[in-house]
Every structure is written in structure tokens, then in C-alpha cells.
């Protein structure tokens, strides 16, 4: 290694020591640009949409049964030779254990004229809803077949009432003021729909779930 002669050794260390002077130099630090805060992590209420209050509330504990009611929500079910003989919709894959309610009941006074048509099954072993889905278009296409026109709207949420789950609507538009009503709720267990001939959609999801109470158990 070659030998430095003394001035040459004094510049080398008087650089050095200018170097780690500024190196430590706390003035030199505040010069330099700040880094840019992180962004605020999203909130739990902002990351999650909540379903909308009306439609969905907490099932009820259990496994929730379907059984045939002699009058559901203050209708009668019909009887005799012009009651519903067949299962007009397709409920879908019925497994051991399931049960299928196929019933139409009368409003107060009705003696002629369509009935109100309800199709329902418990124990699904799939999701629910997606049982309902498949009732509500069978019934779609009953309904177009048997009186109904138009395209069906958009469903609407309604109170499901205290069995939980979701209850929801939608109307089949025609000429008159009073259109036909699908109506379909589900649960943790059961699903099922309703044909409302003539009626608004608001009224025919309080006779649903009135219906509801004394069909489901």
C-alpha cells in the first residue's frame, strides 16, 4: 500500500470527518420530503353492505316445518272437485325427509274465479333461497299460462315476519290497475311461493306472511 504524505493524509481526514458530520447533521435530515401517510384502513361498515332491514331479518332457531292448514292467514283452503289435484310447479328434487304442500286457498266469500296457489317445501338441503328461485319461475310460468300477462318486475322486499329469513314480491303487469302477485319467502329450512290473482304487491306480502304463520311451524 503506498504511504500518503501529510498533506495529502490531512485532506483525507478532514473529508472523512465533513462526510460524517453531515451524515449525523439533524438539520440535513429535516430538509428531506416526509414519507406520505398510509391510507386509513376501511371501516367494518364500509367493507360490508348490509341487506336492506325490510327483507331479511334472523331466522328463528330450529328446523322449521310445512304442513297443510284448513285456513292459512284467514283463507280457506279449497276442497271437492275444484280444489288443485296435481302439483301445478315443479318443486324441484325432493329428498328423503322433505315435505311438499301444494294447496289453494279462497279468500272470505270467493266461490268462483282463481284461487290463491301456494307451493312450498321444507328440509331443502340446499341453499333456500336458491329453492325459491326455482318455485318462483315454475310459477311464472304457470301463472303466464293460466290468465296472467307481461314481464314480471322486479321482486321487492317485505317483512318477513317472525319466522326470519326473506319475504319478497313481485307483480306481473297488466291492463287493469290490479295485477296478478307472485310472493316467496325462505328460511334456514323451508321455501315457498304464492300466486295472488288480482291484488297489489304490498297486500299480497301481509296475507303471505299471515299465511306463513299458520303454514310454518
Known amino acids: 500500500m503506498p504511504s500518503l504524505g501529510p498533506r495529502t493524509l490531512l485532506a483525507t481526514i478532514a473529508l472523512t470527518t465533513t462526510l460524517t458530520l453531515t451524515a449525523c447533521d439533524p438539520?440535513?435530515?429535516?430538509?428531506?420530503?416526509?414519507?406520505?401517510?398510509?391510507?386509513?384502513?376501511?371501516?367494518?361498515?364500509?367493507?360490508?353492505?348490509?341487506?336492506?332491514?325490510?327483507?331479511?331479518?334472523?331466522?328463528?332457531?330450529?328446523?322449521?316445518?310445512?304442513?297443510?292448514?284448513?285456513?292459512?292467514g284467514g283463507l280457506?283452503?279449497?276442497?271437492?272437485?275444484?280444489?288443485?289435484?296435481?302439483?301445478?310447479?315443479?318443486?324441484?328434487?325432493?329428498?328423503?325427509?322433505?315435505?311438499?304442500?301444494?294447496?289453494?286457498?279462497?279468500?272470505?266469500?270467493?266461490?268462483?274465479?282463481?284461487?290463491?296457489?301456494?307451493?312450498?317445501?321444507?328440509?331443502?338441503?340446499?341453499?333456500?333461497?336458491?329453492?325459491?328461485?326455482?318455485?318462483?319461475?315454475?310459477?311464472?310460468?304457470?301463472?303466464?299460462q293460466n290468465g296472467s300477462t307481461g314481464t314480471p318486475t322486479t321482486a321487492k322486499p317485505y317483512q318477513p315476519g317472525p319466522f326470519g329469513g326473506s319475504l319478497e314480491c313481485l307483480s306481473l303487469p297488466e291492463s287493469a290497475n290490479n295485477t296478478d302477485v307472485i310472493c316467496g319467502w325462505s328460511d334456514t329450512t323451508t321455501a315457498a311461493v304464492a300466486l295472488f290473482p288480482r291484488t297489489t304487491p304490498a297486500d299480497a306480502a301481509r296475507l303471505f306472511g299471515a299465511m306463513r304463520a299458520d303454514l310454518e311451524h
Open 76 to 144: 280457506t283452503k279449497a276442497t271437492g272437485a275444484g280444489a288443485v289435484s296435481d302439483v301445478p310447479v315443479d318443486p324441484g328434487e325432493m329428498r328423503d325427509g322433505m315435505h311438499l304442500v301444494v294447496a289453494d286457498y279462497n279468500r272470505a266469500g270467493q266461490t268462483s274465479g282463481r284461487r290463491i296457489l301456494f307451493v312450498g317445501v321444507d328440509s331443502v338441503p340446499e341453499d333456500p333461497n336458491k329453492r325459491r328461485e326455482h318455485l318462483w319461475r315454475g310459477l311464472i310460468d304457470y301463472a303466464l
Open 27 to 72: 438539520a440535513a435530515e429535516a430538509e428531506a420530503p416526509p414519507a406520505p401517510p398510509a391510507p386509513p384502513a376501511p371501516s367494518a361498515a364500509s367493507a360490508t353492505a348490509s341487506a336492506p332491514a325490510s327483507s331479511t331479518s334472523p331466522a328463528s332457531s330450529g328446523k322449521h316445518t310445512l304442513a297443510e292448514a284448513a285456513t292459512a
